[in-house]
């Protein structure tokens, strides 16, 4: 588990985090998001000890994170692997040697048979064992995130940190590296957290994120929660909701489908129920990972509100009206 | 003016000539790689962007570079007689030209390699150091390992320079390949010496080139 506890970072006087508090759960992939200039790769930087906190404490299962002792930060980052937007690939060196690399910065014989079998099992893994002695220059952008992978696995660590991992990376490409990152999380235990500005990597992988702002957490929740209706106005920007554009006259009333909601015609039952018709006037449908959640704004007459409300109500249905 | 084929004894000098400047050549490169790598490190840890950033550290040894940097060659020919005299024994000779050619070769060779290790792609050193890589590993497995290649292009162009400034070295009685040239084929106007010197020099540095281009796609 990481506890951030209340910490705060200054870049000469810019502030770039202010009293940051999170926590990361044993086995979560949890998502980091926000704005560039946010402060989260900073954020993510201090929890591995690229970079050094101001104040507040960063603690990984219990032991803080400082760079002044040398020691212990390094046996933290041999805890924690860590993948780069650029892949950050040597490029004199071969799929295979750039993987064993970090067994060479620990000592770690990389020609015994156990190594060997080891690094072939990770190349496997990421699904290169064809390109095993090609150079990076050969591999595409996401074949040299399937190394970076591999790279930051090879330590066995505990903890994955993905620094904008995708965003250099082609939609289609940037879904086989997250099924790539959630296969690591089911299978090896692996806990993955995933800087990123993309909402589809946290959509489609994220159990947990946190928003980031100006270098403030805004809201910390499951993606779902604080991706369908977002009450903050940092996070409606961030998605540019098109909430704006609803009509002025009559009443708007939000309907929010969690999971198997979207199954039943909710619109139409109670169309028919109230006699009366509604104009839809927004819709959203969202995969979050393996469901689907969505949201629909419907316009109607302020006398038929308070119905249309119980009416939800009695189907268990979240509602929000809209000024 | 005799002729090539009937000049007896032209083939020889030049041979000997070509031996010198190789071993002139050679030596000056060797040591001046050897004795450039320190101050080419020791600028990339302390450049503002190093491992460990150290202005006052970075500003002097710079400054001591550029000074050697601009002396003209023929100048610090002369300048380092005694110098030469102290290291070698004597001021004059083949191996005697060796001091002033290495001495003007390692700031030269300092200032290439730190600007080859310094193009070391920065998030691949951020990586290392992620991985908990010490400072010594980043030098060695990153910034050097990395550079080769930049480095050994770098080398290439010093051998190349250095040909050119052996010539200047046969006037404290260098020999070499230029100084017959100048004696033989420009002071006692044998235009043959001149030819075959120069395509002698021609082939030597276009050789050297090539074989730095193929080196440089071997390991890069």
Redesign the interface.
Known sequence: MIQIQNVKKAFNNTEVLKDISLEIEKGDIFGIIGQSGAGKSTLLRCINGLEKYDQGSILVDGTKVDIKDKKNLRNLQKRMGMIFQGFNLLERLDVYANVALPMKFWGIPTNTPEAKEKIMNLIKLVGLEEKVHSKPRELSGGQKQRVAIARALVLDPDFLLCDEATSALDPEITKGILALLQKINREMGITIIVVTHQMEVVKQICQKVAFLSQGKVLAVGKPEQLFVWPKEREIRDFLREESDKLPETGVNLKLFFFGEGNQRPIVTMMSQELHTDFNICWAKLEDFREDVYGSLVLNMDEKDLEKACAFLDSKNVTWEVIK | MSGILSSTGMWEIILNAFKQTLYMVFWSTIFSVILGFIPAIILTLTAPDGLKPNKLVYEILSFIVNVFRSFPFIILLVILIPFTRMVVGKAIGTTASIVPLTVSAIPYIARVFETSLRET?H??I?????????NF?ILM??YV??S??RMLNGIVLLVISLIGYSAMAGTVGGGGVGDIAIRYGYQQYKTDYLIVCSIILIAFVQGVQMLGNYMYKK??
């Open positions: 792609n998030g691949v951020e990586a290392a150091r992620s991985f908990g890589a010490s590993q497995r990153v390992k990395e080769i290649p390991m890069s």
